[in-house]
């Protein structure tokens, strides 16, 4: 669920009418998300509902709004088991309209400097996060060398 945030700031568009052609007012278009993910596997109803909100909170960190997705009803969020994967580990599902909400969380934008390193950094110039490939191949490739010695 991390590349949730993609979605940050998605442009919900009004609908001008049913498919009856009559009009339809503040109802917009949603698109209906599925993202898999690991989980514990639960062994019990009180563990299946620790799993379901640690999967939901994760969706929301991402989203960038917390509670959107149990908040509202609307969103028909709901979380399946895909398969087994290990002996402590499910693959999951998760299913949700976007909320409205996320319509109005900043945007994270992916920037490069002239060195070839990548930043995620917001609309305000706030810098999230960075990846220091270039530094990375640098030190690789400026590390000594061994020589093979007879």
């Known amino acids: 669920p991390e590349f949730l ?3 940050r700031g998605w442009e919900f568009h009004e609908n001008d009418s ?6 339809v007012k503040h109802k917009r278009k949603r698109p209906m998300v599925h993202v ?6 639960a062994k019990g109803p009180e563990e299946t509902a620790r799993v379901e909100r ?3 909170e994760r969706c929301e960190t991402a989203l960038g709004y917390e509670g959107c997705l149990s908040s509202s009803s609307d969103t028909e969020y709901r979380v399946r088991v895909v398969r087994d994967v290990g002996p402590r580990k499910n693959m999951l599902c998760v299913s949700f309209r976007l909320p409205l909400e996320v319509g ?7 920037t490069n400097d002239a060195c070839g390193s990548a930043a995620v ?12 490939k270039a530094a990375t191949e640098d030190a690789v490739s400026n590390s000594p ?3 093979k010695e007879s």
């Open 104 to 110: 109005g969380v900043e945007k994270l934008a992916i």
């Open 121 to 132: 950094v917001t609309s305000n110039g706030k810098r999230d996060r960075t990846e220091t």
């Open 36 to 41: 898999h993910c690991f989980g514990e596997k």
């Open 54 to 56: 640690q999967v939901r």
């Open 18 to 23: 049913d498919n009856a052609g009559t009009a």
């Open 145 to 147: 060398k061994r020589s």
């Open 5 to 7: 945030d993609a979605f």
